[in-house]
Every structure is written in C-alpha cells, then in structure tokens.
C-alpha cells in the first residue's frame, strides 16, 4: 500500500503557505494505510440491545469544550469519537480513523492525510475537509472560553489546508518526528476532530470568527453531531442520559478495525448518586455492568447470592495503559502552600504507600513521580515515590515556622495558626483512604481536613483553583504534557495548572521542550522538568491502578482474549467496545433464575498484559 516518491521541502512550504490560497497536493508523497494489523474484536459479536450503566452526577453540560467540560460525559463526546488515526492497541502501529491514508513531509512539520469520503456525521451529512478548516476556526475562538484549546490550535497547530473535499494536511509549527507528529494530531482526548460547521449557525458574531458570541451559554445542553457510532438520543436533566447507535450502516464498519465493535444499540446512563445504592441495583438485574476495581467490592462485597449462583460473574484484566499525573495536588496560591518547606512537610507526612497496604489490600502500586508513569525515555530513570517520615516532615515544618505543637498535637506558628489542609475529592468510596492520610499525618503535627465535593462538581472546584489540597489523578498520553499542568500562563482559573504554579524557569523549560526536535534533547528535558516538580514538592504521587476488574451478568459478552495493552474498561463504549449482550443469554438467565436454577460461579482472570 506505499507509493514512493520523493519531492523538496520548499514545495511543501509553498502549498501550506496560507489556507487561502488555491493548494495543489504535491506529488511524491509515501501514503500509508497500515490495514493489515491483527483484528482484536470478534467475529462471534452481536449486534443489539441496551446496556444500561450508571453515572454518579449528572453533567454541568453537554459541551465538549469551554467551563465545565472536563468532567461529566466528556469522554463520550470527544475523546471516545474517531480521530484521523489510532494506535492499533497492541502493535502500537497508526491505523486508519476518518482518514484512510497518511503521509509525512520533509520538513518535519506537515503530515497530509485523505479523509474516508464513507465518513458521516451521526445526522446524515458528510464529513470534509471544511469540518477541519472550521475545526481551527471553532478551538482558536475565545468564545468558546477554553484558553487549552485556543492554546494548542494556536501554537501547536500552524495550519490546516484543504487540498479537495477529502484530502487535507496538518502542519505543526514545532518540527517534530513523524511519530510524535501523528501523537499532537491524534491525541486521545484532545485531537484534532472535525467540526460540524453545518451545526454550528451563531446568531451573534460580532467578531466574525463564525463562532456564537455566546457559545457557551447556548450550547450548554445541545447536543451537537458526532462522527461516533453514538448520539446523544435523550436527556432526563438530573435522571439520565441516553446515547442511541446510528445503526448497522453507521459508516465506521467499511473499516475492518470498527467491525464488530460498538454492537449494543443504546447506552444509558442512569444518575444514581450513591455507589453502595448503584450496586444494589446491578444485583438486581437494573443494571448490566458495575465497576469492581475498588478492594472491598472486589474482595467482600462481591460474594452475594447472584455471584454464587453464577448469574453475574467476575473479571479482573490487566493493561499497560500510560498512567497520567496525580496524587495530591498542592495549590501554591493558598496561604503556607507557597512556602517550600511546608510543601515539603506535607509530601513526607503523606503516607500513600501504609494507604495501599492497609486501606487497598496491596492491589494497587505507587507512581514513582507526581508527573505519571510509563512515558519511557521522557521519565527519569531514578524517579522514586517519597516515603512516609513524619520526623522528616517535622523538620520542614519547624523550618517553615510551626515549631510548637498544641494540645491536639497539631503544630502552631508564632501567631497560634494551626497547620491545618483540606483535601478536596469527589468520590465517597475514596473517603477510608483519605481518613487514613488524616490519622497518619498527626505524627507530623498536621491537620488534613476531608472537603468531599460531589461528582462533576469536585473538578469545578478544583478548576476554580479554591482547593487547598486536591486529591486527583489525571489522564495521561504516551509524550507527557507540561504546559497545561505547570505554565505560568495556565496558573489561572478554569485550567489544569492544578498547582497554581509559576515559574520563570519552568515556563523556559516547558517552552523548550515543546519546540525541541532532538528526541534525546526533548526527553532531557522531560528529565529537567520532572526534577523540579519532585524538588519543589508540587504534588505528592498518589498510586496507579494498571487493570480494570468488572462484575457483569452473564449475558455481557466479550472476544478471547478479552484485553488488549490499551483496554480500559471492559463494558465502556468510549474505550474499544469489543463487549455485545447476548439477548438469548439473557432470556435464558432470567427464566433459570424464575426456577431457581443456578450456574457455575465464573472469575476470569485475564493476565497476558501484567508488567
């Protein structure tokens, strides 16, 4: 499937010169497709039904972008839908998305790609080339209030060019290698993605940038087209979501890599607030899948009846899924977080890993550094998590001023001010494990306080930068991001600079490295960066969980073997989506429990990526 040719830089700067102006794709372009990777879904799956789950909050909007859209269903509107490539998920190799070929140009900067002319939005209309050029138009708006977005398709992206209705080219403005420019372009959770231009009609665009002065108000709760499998069918506010498949004809399954995946023909998201009172109804057949990752619900609370008798079976997969940043995150504009030493302090008075032996049974591992794990060559070889030492702890706290100690053995500074944090979380399920932080750290004389915020509403917090402390573990991409964690211009609210942080020397580095080519020169860099964080106790890292473990009924199918290096969750439409429901099964199961009828208890254990 590669043509070879070979044609000068120069003629590819003077086609990208301005998108205005008539292009003309340059000859001599080396086109790859990459369509003879090993399929992982399986021919066996079947096509139907509704897979009903569960949400803990409803969702603040229904935006993909702009105030509020981290949390909520996010991942279904965005970061689930096709980009122009994937990884294949074991080979790690590009295969095709919405476009069917790509080719790399000399300079290091522009990969062209010809979009799948079958691509359909989920309204019927086709998807082209000016999608993309309305892409760049839509996430450099300020409108959309989403200074990440405006950021990236600012000074990451240089351009878009339309060749013809199908064909397109991306150039960078860093010059980068062929892989990492395919990583910018097709980022998990933050690629480029076509825009319907068609949906998009403002009424009020003063400042002619084909975006609606009020974007976000307006968009708030409409949901715009996807190219996915799913839309968004119906929406209960503060009850449930319903995404419905576009059906069998959905334009994805002409590629060999979408077929037999996605094949429940709805999702519903149902808000149930309380997890104990969600697994409840899972056991009661209300529910199809429930999430059994947490150490008491896998190895307590997953013995019931409905277990025993084999109607709802059990799964634990392992991946070797990127681990993104996370732990405790310290926010450097509060009172005392400013200062070094306390920062310090509260890092050695943090017993994460006495939290994964006592509180999580061992069945999760410790990051070795706050900025994630699993880059390769971008993490320092020497990373490793700091220990729990409350004297330690104690010394940097003296340091910092609080060197007497009250009655309730909390430290006091000269001014009687107690060294006291709130930690900020979202998930109730989480709350044993912050309480075991708290009893640890009053060997060091500090006071950790639990702030729980429900669901959505704890990231906003976060976002608003109102949180002392914040309890929060992020995605992550194989090349790690700097910029939206640690640059002083993201230091603001509604941002992921989590840690308020700035620093001169930081925003050097981080704008370095995002220009840098060298792949050894960029990953020294990585090193640098790294350092800092760990050496200015920005966030203590927090633990890393590398499977998925499910309960299921029996009814809820999947491929042999199940997991791929990427899988996530086994039963998620966002993630492959190699699962069917087998309605016959499920007939079966519920007239067997009528009589009475038990089966065999099921535990499948499916270790082929354990590191």
Known sequence: MKKVFTFSAAAIIAVLGSAAQAAELPAGLTWQSNMEEPLFAS???KFGGTLRTHITSFPQTLRSVGPDSNAGLRHYFMDGVPKLAARHPNTGKWIPQLAKEWAFGEDHQTVFFKLDPKARWSDGEKVTADDYLFMLKYYRSKDIISPWYNDFFTNKIEDVVKFDDYTIAVKSVDKKTDDELMVQINLPSNGLQPRPEHFFKPKKDENNDGIDDDFVRRYNFKSEPTTGPYYMDKVKKGKSVTFKHVGEQWWGYSNRYYQNRYNVKKVRYTVIRDNDIARKHFEK??????????????????????YQKGYIHKFWGYNQRVQ???????????????????????TYATDFDGMINNVL?????RKPHGMGFGHGGYDRSDNLPPAFDPELAAEF?????????????????????????????GYQPHTPRIA??????KQAGLEITLNLVDGSSAFKYVLEKKHELAFINMGGGEIPAYWEYLHSVNAKPQTNNHNNYRSAEMDELIDSYNKEFDLQKKQAISHQIQKIVADEFLIVPGYMVPYTREGYWRWMKYPTPAMTKQTAGMFSVVDLATFWIDEDEKKATLAAMKKGKAFEPVTVIDDNFKL
């Open 361 to 365: 049974r061992g069945d999760y591992a």
């Open 397 to 425: 706290f003296v340091k910092a001023g609080f060197g007497k100690v009250g009655p309730d053995g909390i430290r006091l500074n000269a001014n009687g001010e107690r060294l006291s944090f709130a930690i900020t979380y």
């Open 436 to 441: 075991y932080l708290k009893e640890q750290a």
């Open 285 to 306: 057949g209300s529910l199809d899948t429930f999430g059994l990752v947490l150490p008491n619900l896998w190895h307590e609370k997953s013995n019931t009846k409905p």
């Open 43 to 45: 021919p066996d799956a």
């Open 324 to 346: 993104g940043a996370g732990g405790i995150w310290m926010n450097t504009a509060q009172p005392l977080l400013d200062d070094r030493n306390i920062r310090a302090g509260v």
